[in-house]
């Protein structure tokens, strides 16, 4: 009988297996590149935010401006209507810096009233401190009140404390109507104020 052979030892000895990566994991160069796109990603949505930032911005300055400027249109007084009144009977206008003002208006140079309206009919006083040119009295002034064409109206006017007698006129067109030799300007100019009330 012969001896049973014997296998070399090393070849019983077992050898170490290579550890298989588990499913689904991914290798250096896949984790670097999806690294690569998270980054990516996070710059442009900080651009986008950068953008998004820099339009609000420039729409609330835009709308500061726009604020401002209704604030100051707000502050601004309104155009006044000229005063309409069915029981208005009086109306007076103080001409101030009368002494500088009548230098400045030579004969025939006239000084004009702001319009004013009475029973929906728009008017206007036409003064000539200096006189007109059918003004022959010397020192005289010379008053005209103007209204639209159709108006028929009574009415009497004054300089100072000078009343003319009451007129009864009828407009025909747009004029004025009134006298060239009003009354002597000196006596009805109030020196302490430096004014003449028409």
């Known amino acids: 009988l012969s001896a049973p052979s014997r296998a070399p030892l090393e070849a019983c000895v077992p050898r170490p297996r290579r550890r298989r990566p588990p ?8 984790l670097a590149f999806q690294a690569d796109q998270f980054a990516y ?6 651009r986008r935010h950068a953008e998004a930032i820099a339009e609000l911005r420039t729409q ?11 604030l100051e249109k707000g502050a601004r007084p309104a155009p006044r209507a000229p005063p309409d ?7 007076e206008w103080s001409i101030s810096s009368f002494s ?12 004009w009233s702001e319009h004013f ?17 059918t003004t022959w009295m010397p020192g005289f002034c010379a008053l005209f ?17 000078h009343w003319m007698a009451p007129d009864v006129d009828t407009w025909d067109s747009h004029m004025g109507h009134g006298h060239s030799n009003f ?16």
């Not at 499913?23 to 896949?30: F, R």
């Not at 009144?85 to 109306?91: A, D, P």
């Not at 000196?186 to 004014?195: F, H, I, T, V």
Request: glycine share 6%; charged share 30%.
């Open 41 to 46: 990603a996070l710059e442009e949505r900080q």
């Open 23 to 30: 499913a689904g994991a991914m290798s250096l160069e896949e």
């Open 117 to 133: 309206t009475i029973m929906g009919v728009q008017m206007k006083l036409e003064f000539f401190p200096n006189g007109r040119d």
């Open 60 to 70: 609330a300055k835009a709308l500061r401006h726009r604020a401002r400027e209704a």
């Open 85 to 91: 009144n069915v029981l208005l009977r009086r109306v």
């Open 145 to 161: 009140l103007w209204c639209p064409a159709g108006v028929r109206l009574r009415y009497q006017l004054r300089v100072g404390n």
């Open 100 to 111: 500088e003002r009548m230098q400045e208006k030579p004969k025939n140079s006239a000084m």
């Open 183 to 198: 009354c002597f300007l000196e006596a009805q100019w109030d020196k302490g104020s430096n004014s003449v009330t028409v």
